[in-house]
């Protein structure tokens, strides 16, 4: 444990205390009020702390910052492409395959320990031991990701998934072919009553929207491109399983459907995402490379082009 010393420049002046202890320590705002209640934030007047006092020009106060909560994750040299970093951001291309969190049966090899092994420093954020995972994709899955590096583009990312801000793309192969060519799928999913292992379309289930677009159908297939509106678990391989169009290679949607890939795929790739850079504000777009193995499998389908050369955007284009 140490001690920080805190002096409220003009720039702070007027805003809250925990905002201000946010900004000092480069941490997210809950963790600042995590240490405000927890009397970590002392002042060197009289005043009563909260984390919603307002502070003023030249006040001074004290901040105790504790040792990080240790975690057994051992750094390890994991395969994923790093498509863009900076001091605030990293955006990776995760291969189908890949786990993101440590999990029973999944303790090492992960892209949590990928990301401690090449960003050291990830490995406190906000007083835990852990990196800036803001989101997740299914280990069948393939695609984009991105990672804060620090507590404030943590807290900024969070804000912007919660709020729907960020836009995510995704090229997904169903069976089938959907009655209409694009719609809006407005299901609430949640855990399948019978199936805990599941997700399903349900009453009970929280409120999920997805937007999707058929590109080509040609032989009992369909090549669609989804955009989820809200983040549900499995939230596409459920709604398009409500449209009887389950994904292919889907082994928990389509249990009878035969998968052409040889290890655990789906085909689901998270081919597009944009946000707001949470430093300088700007936009950040970036658009992965379709995977060979899916590239394969398209061409299986289409013979003797996946791909029609008068649709460049379906191309395995690089990403930004």
Avoid at 101 to 117: D, K, N, R, Y
Avoid at 289 to 296: H, M, S, V
């Amino acid at each position: 444990m140490y001690t920080r010393r805190m002096t409220i420049t003009e720039e702070l002046s007027g805003h809250r205390l925990d905002f201000s202890v946010s900004r000092e320590l480069g941490v997210g705002r809950t963790y600042a009020q995590t240490l405000i209640r927890d009397g970590r934030v002392l002042s060197s007047g009289d005043r009563r702390i909260k984390p919603s006092i307002k502070v003023g020009l030249g006040e001074e106060y004290s901040i105790e910052i504790p040792p990080p909560e240790r975690l057994d994750l051992e750094p390890e040299d994991v395969a994923f492409r790093v498509v863009y970093s900076d001091d605030d951001v990293i955006v990776v291309d995760k291969p189908a395959g890949l786990v993101v969190h440590p999990a029973p049966g999944h303790w090492s090899g992960t892209l949590v320990h990928g990301l401690l092994f090449r960003f050291p420093e990830l490995g406190s954020l906000n007083g835990v031991e852990r990196p800036g995972i803001v989101h997740r994709l299914d280990a069948t899955t393939s695609g984009l990701m991105v990672v804060a590096r620090n507590g404030l583009a943590q807290e900024s990312l969070f804000k912007e998934f919660k709020e729907r801000r960020v836009s995510k793309t995704y090229l997904a192969l169903c069976h089938s072919v959907p009655e209409r060519a694009a719609g809006r799928i407005d299901m609430p999913v949640g855990r399948d009553p019978v199936n805990r292992h599941r997700m399903a379309v349900t009453n009970r289930g929280r409120a999920a929207v997805t937007d999707y677009t058929v590109i080509w159908s040609d032989g009992g297939y369909s090549f669609v491109r989804c955009a989820p509106r809200s983040g549900r678990t499995h939230q596409i391989r459920v709604h398009m399983k409500a449209l009887n169009c389950p994904l292919v290679g889907d082994e928990l949607y389509a249990p009878s459907r035969r998968s052409p890939f040889l290890s655990p795929r789906v085909f689901l790739h998270s081919w597009k995402i944009s946000f707001t850079h949470p430093r300088h504000g700007g936009p950040m777009d970036f658009r992965s490379f379709i995977p060979d193995d899916l590239i394969e499998c398209l061409r299986a389908i289409r013979v003797p082009s996946a791909i029609p050369p008068d649709r460049p955007e379906l191309s395995s284009a690089p990403c930004r």
